[in-house]
């Protein structure tokens, strides 16, 4: 099995920072792209930002100059560096990740249990 575990979310007032971290476990041979998305009361779960195995990254519009993401390949960990949070950034934050489990071909999909963002104006 593969688990993912973020941790880092909280609550922060506008203008501040915060950084999130997600840490994929279990019987893993590789992990492809990583990424963070994000769902608010009452809205669908929208992408924040993903990374390649390479490094690539991409943004939402919403979160360019602001997000960073990066990742620990040693460490099979993503991060998501967080900076001049509005109040509109508040969300349940989802760590994502492909993973190519040992022993298989195939690559799954998997997700975390989230982590509650709120930005206070």
């Known amino acids: 099995q593969v688990q993912l575990v973020e941790s880092g979310g909280g609550l922060v007032q506008a203008g501040g920072s915060l950084r999130l971290s997600c840490a994929a476990s279990?019987?893993?041979?590789?992990?492809?792209?990583m990424g963070w998305y994000r769902q608010a009361p009452g809205k669908q779960r929208e992408l924040v930002a993903t990374?390649?195995?390479?490094?690539?990254?991409d943004y939402a519009d919403s979160v360019k100059g602001r997000f960073t993401i990066s990742r620990d390949n040693a460490k099979n960990t993503v991060y998501l560096q967080m900076n001049s949070l509005k109040p509109e950034d508040t969300a349940v934050y989802y760590c994502?990740?492909?993973?190519?489990?040992?022993?298989?071909?195939?690559?799954?999909?998997?997700w975390g249990q989230g982590t509650q963002v709120t930005v206070s104006s």
């Open positions: 279990g019987t893993i041979s590789s992990i492809n792209a």
């Open positions: 990374i390649t195995a390479g490094g690539s990254t």
């Open positions: 994502n990740a492909a993973v190519r489990r040992m022993y298989t071909i195939t690559v799954g999909n998997y």
